[in-house]
Nanobody
Framework: EVQLVESGGGLVQPGESLRLSCTAS????????MSWVRQAPGKGLEWVSG????????SYADSVKGRFTISRDSAKNTLYLQMSSLKPEDTAVYYC????????????????RGQGTQVTVSS
């Protein structure tokens, strides 16, 4: 059974940082691309970032480029999202998502998604 469990969310002030983690199990983590997607209050899912199966290729939505960094540790079956210079508009539930393929899509496309972790940016 595929399981994706996110952690690391919380309440922070604008300009602060957070690191999200996603622990994966039930599939060969190193063989699949992974992504982070988010859903802000009252809005639809938004693709945030993707990383290829080997970690050598990454991409970011324009809204987070230069502030967020995606990475993965295949030895730990864990996906990360380092978020810096957080803004109130980054407030959302963040989900890690598994691709069907070794390369990611820059759209909201996945076959499995975790339960999400809440990130709130507010002063």
């Amino acid at each position: 059974e595929v399981q994706l469990v996110e952690s690391g969310g919380g309440l922070v002030q604008p300009g602060e940082s957070l690191r999200l983690s996603c622990t994966a199990s039930g599939f060969a983590f190193s063989r699949y691309a992974m992504s982070w997607v988010r859903q802000a209050p009252g809005k639809g899912l938004e693709w945030v970032s993707g990383i290829s199966s080997g970690g050598g290729s990454t991409s970011y939505a324009d809204s987070v480029k230069g502030r967020f960094t995606i990475s993965r540790d295949s030895a730990k079956n864990t996906l990360y999202l380092q978020m810096s210079s957080l803004k109130p508009e980054d407030t959302a539930v963040y989900y890690c998502a598994k691709s069907r393929y070794s390369f990611y899509s820059t759209r909201v496309e996945y076959d499995y998604r975790g339960q999400g972790t809440q990130v709130t940016v507010s002063s």
